[in-house]
Each structure stands twice: as structure tokens, then as C-alpha cells.
């Protein structure tokens, strides 16, 4: 849906969702009360590592997340204590502050709301408090400045050890045109690129590419900053039509210093993603994944293939140039496959990079202590030990319950009141996918000894969220389940 649909539309597709999940709920109650009552058997209990000595208390961040659940209850099947933490909103109904692995959490003062001073001197606050070890980071996009500021202090005001990359490691990555620039000049960018600052550059793009040699080549065009808005309402740009190239171009917003990058568009679609963890300047942990613009099914690349490999290599190669770093990195990649005499040769496009912890670390599901333990490197000294990566059965995957079961209803209306005979193989072919993920796959925010977490977020967290839209006149064109963000229209 988008802004010039009826506004009606918009309030009733937020009712629907919620009645939705009121209809669903005697049957999700069912099952947390079963996982609670079980609870009681030793079968269920977690399978916490027990500590002899020194417990290492930890605060984690961005609870709210699944992958911030996940790192909840990856540092407490550790054998840590911990704390965890998200901005505060009405309610504060974030679905890891309800984990049993959770021994507290406290709302954050928000840093766009209230100013990064006040997010900062509360969380020192909290880390003198608690006598807090280890601070893993695991906010979001809007706040990446911020937790770089906040590493600083903490580095420099306590003990507490920090899993953060620092301002200035943050600033070249988090930029998509910083980003190509340093890829360029480590020699690992693999595409054309040219940057936008002004309707100068525009104009000059222009001419340089129609006296180029790659008269068939396409170019995107993507905002160096975070934009939801122009992510895909911005058409793609070919030599075979100049005038409205240069017409698209010279239309860019570049007030207050906003800049635009114009990259050249791979064929083929074919998109992964990583996540790694990095200490002191060496990859520690990683994983890969095929990817897509809002990612919610999760199925680990076969870390034995070769653009697993090369994904390792890029990162590694990165990781070195950028100097002894700690904390989480993630790239995305389009795979550029080329004719050759002898078949066709593969190679690693990669597009951007999120300098923070992304949601595939729920792949790491069933290897909880062993993470756990690279990321007390920080505090313990890295060891000499291999790189850790996740071995998810190829038959396995992880998804969220909710997101599926709602656009599977969503397609069978759309299918009954269009009644487009066409669409009903998609339908079924959605169904058994569906039953699929039932029966062999994994939704992260759900487990028989902490089943909470699931509840929250599907019955109490997104039911408030859509009536809290309706109340605020809020339109929205697409939910992420899994971070709990809302792309607003």
C-alpha cells in the first residue's frame, strides 16, 4: 500500500492484522503455558553452562530484535549474567525483555528523541551500576553515530570492555559512498561507480558514460545515506536512453549536503549476505546466507562452496585493511556470472556493508556457548583456535511464524476478492512451503525453555504497535518482524 491509498484502507488492514492475532490467541496461549508447565522438567531446562569461577556480566542492546534476543540467550547459555536493554516506547512491550536468560532490563533514553548525552550517560550509569564486563552492541541503523560515541566514553570513562567499532570505522562503512570509495581503494571493488554530490556531477556522470565503451551497461541509483524512502522508487538508468537518464539525475535531492551514488546494475539477482564477528582485526565468527531486500527466511550458504569462501576472503581482506577492529560486520553481494570460452566465471559484486549485528546470527542456533565464548575474547584474549561458522542442516532454515501465516492469509484474500484463477498455484505452492517451515524449520523467537519472548511479540508487541498507528495517523507500507521495524509510507 502506499500514501495515496484511502486512509480507511490503512486502518483496516491494521485491524485485520490484530484481530488476526486475537483469533490466534487461545492457541498460542496453549502452547506458552504447555512450554512454561514443562518448564518444571529437567528435559526442558536450558542447557546453561555452568561457571566455577568469575561470572562475566554483560549488557546487550537491541533486545527488541530477534537478533538481539538471540545474544540474550547465546551469553547466558554461556554462563553469563545478563542485562539487556532497548529505547523505550509505549509500553515497552520488546519481546527480549520478557527471556528468561534476561536477569534485568532497562528502558534507554532514545538519542533522536532525547540527545546522544542523555543515551550515553545513562548507559555508563547503568555499566557502573551492574559492574558491567562486556557491552555488545546490537542497536539499530538509526543510532550507529550514537553507539560509536558511546563505545568511546565507555572505553574511557570504565573497565567495561566494549564489542563496538569506533566512530570513525562506522562512518566509512555506514556510507554507501564511503563504503565504495575505501572498496575501491583496498582494490575489492568489482563494478562501476560514480559519486553524486551535485547536479554538476549529474551532468558530468553523463557525458563521461555516453563516450564509454559500455553502451549496454544499466546504473541504479542509491542514496549514500539511509533512505527508505527512495529505496525502490528510483528507476533504473540506461545509455540507450539518455535524455531520461539526465533527466532522473538532475532531479535528485541534493539539499543539505545529501549525496548519491550511480552504480552499475547486476543482471541476475542472485544476492547473499554475511555476518561475521571480528576481534581485534581477525574474523572469528561467519556465517552467509542468500538475501533479499527485507530478509525473513534465513538458510545458511554451505560453508564448504565457493562463494562461501570468497565471502570469507572479501571479508578477511576488508577486515585487514581496516586495521585491528572489533565488532560486528555484515556485507551484501550480488553474484556477476560472465560467458566464457570454457562455461562462465562467477564473481563477488559487493554492494554495502552494515557495521552492526545482523539478523543471521540466528543461524548460529545450537552453537550458543561456543559464540559465546568468542565473544568473551574481548575480555579473555583471542584464541588460537579456527573461525567459527554455523552448520544449519541444508534442509533447515529459520522464519518468523507471524510474518508467514499473515501473508498467507493476505494472499488467499487477495486471491478470493481478485478471484485471478492464475494466483491459486502460488497459493499453494505458499501452503506447502508454509507446512514446510512448520515441520522442518525454526522461528528463532521461540523456545520450549524460554517460549515468552514469542508470546510478547506476536500477541502483545505488533497488536500495540498497529493500534498506536491508527491512533497516530501512521501509514505504513511494509513490517519487518524480525527488528521490528516499521517502513512508513
Not at 545474544?71 to 516506547?89: N, P, Q, S, W
Not at 527471556?99 to 534485568?104: E, Q
Not at 519472548?453 to 500477541?459: A, C, E, K, Q, S
Request: some cysteine.
Amino acid at each position: 500500500m502506499t500514501h495515496d491509498d484511502s486512509w480507511v484502507l490503512h486502518v483496516l488492514r491494521n485491524i485485520l492484522i490484530v484481530l488476526f492475532s486475537i483469533c490466534l490467541l487461545p492457541l498460542s496461549a496453549t502452547i506458552t503455558l504447555f512450554a512454561l508447565t514443562l518448564q518444571q522438567s529437567s528435559a526442558l531446562k536450558p542447557p546453561r553452562r555452568s561457571k566455577d569461577g568469575h561470572v562475566h556480566r554483560v549488557l546487550v542492546t537491541g533486545v527488541g530484535m530477534s537478533k538481539g534476543l538471540f545474544l540474550v540467550r547465546t551469553m547466558y547459555l554461556g554462563g553469563c549474567d545478563v542485562i539487556g536493554a532497548d529505547f523505550e516506547k509505549p509500553g515497552n512491550l520488546h519481546c527480549g525483555r520478557f527471556s528468561k536468560a534476561l536477569r534485568k532490563f532497562v528502558a534507554l533514553k532514545s538519542p533522536i528523541l532525547r540527545g546522544a548525552e542523555a543515551y550515553i550517560s545513562q548507559v555508563l550509569d547503568i555499566i557502573n551500576d551492574e559492574q558491567i564486563d562486556l557491552w555488545i552492541s546490537c542497536s539499530g541503523v538509526a543510532t550507529a553515530t550514537e553507539d560509536a560515541r558511546l563505545a568511546q566514553a565507555i572505553q574511557k570513562n570504565t573497565k567495561c570492555k566494549v564489542f563496538q567499532f569506533d566512530e570513525k570505522v562506522i562512518d566509512t562503512l555506514d556510507d554507501k559512498l564511503k563504503f565504495m570509495q575505501k572498496t575501491s581503494e583496498l582494490e575489492l571493488a568489482s563494478l562501476q561507480w560514480y559519486a553524486l554530490g551535485s547536479r554538476g556531477d549529474s551532468l558530468r556522470v553523463i557525458h563521461d558514460i555516453a563516450h564509454s565503451e559500455h553502451d549496454d551497461v544499466r546504473f541504479m541509483i542509491k542514496s549514500a545515506s539511509m533512505d527508505d524512502g527512495s529505496r525502490d522508487s528510483l528507476p533504473l538508468l540506461s545509455l540507450n536512453h539518455l535524455k531520461q537518464a539526465r533527466q532522473t539525475l538532475t532531479s535528485l535531492d541534493f539539499s543539505n549536503d545529501r549525496k548519491w551514488i550511480l552504480q552499475e546494475f547486476v543482471e541476475g539477482g542472485e544476492e547473499y549476505c554475511t555476518h561475521a564477528l571480528v576481534i581485534n582485526g581477525k574474523v572469528r565468527a561467519f556465517t552467509a546466507c542468500p538475501s533479499a531486500s527485507v530478509l525473513l527466511h534465513y538458510r545458511q550458504l554451505n560453508p564448504e562452496s565457493i562463494l562461501y569462501e570468497k565471502m570469507l576472503k572479501f571479508t578477511q581482506d576488508y577486515v585487514t585493511g581496516l586495521g585491528s577492529i572489533t565488532g560486528h560486520m555484515s556485507f551484501d553481494f550480488l553474484v556477476r556470472y560472465r560467458d566464457t570460452r570454457d562455461g562462465y566465471s562467477t564473481s563477488l559484486v559487493p554492494i554495502e556493508c552494515n557495521p552492526r549485528c545482523h539478523t543471521a546470527t540466528v543461524l548460529f542456533e545450537g552453537l550458543e556457548p561456543m559464540l559465546a565464548d568468542v565473544y568473551l575474547e574481548v575480555l579473555n584474549g583471542t584464541k588460537n583456535t579456527d573461525i567459527l561458522h554455523s552448520h544449519m542442516r541444508p534442509e533447515t532454515g529459520m522464519y518468523w511464524m507471524a510474518h508467514d501465516l499473515v501473508n498467507l492469509v493476505s494472499l488467499f484474500l487477495d486471491l478470493f476478492f481478485a478471484r485471478n484463477q492464475r494466483n491459486w498455484g502460488l497459493l499453494t505452492q505458499n501452503i506447502l512451503d508454509y507446512l514446510n517451515h512448520i515441520l522442518v524449520w525454526r522461528d528463532p523467537t521461540f523456545l520450549w525453555w524460554d517460549p515468552l519472548p514469542w508470546f510478547v511479540l506476536n500477541h502483545l508487541y505488533w497488536p500495540w504497535e498497529l493500534l498506536l498507528a491508527i491512533g497516530n495517523g501512521d501509514r505504513w507500507r511494509q513490517l519487518n518482524v524480525s527488528t521490528t521495524k516499521v517502513f512508513k509510507v
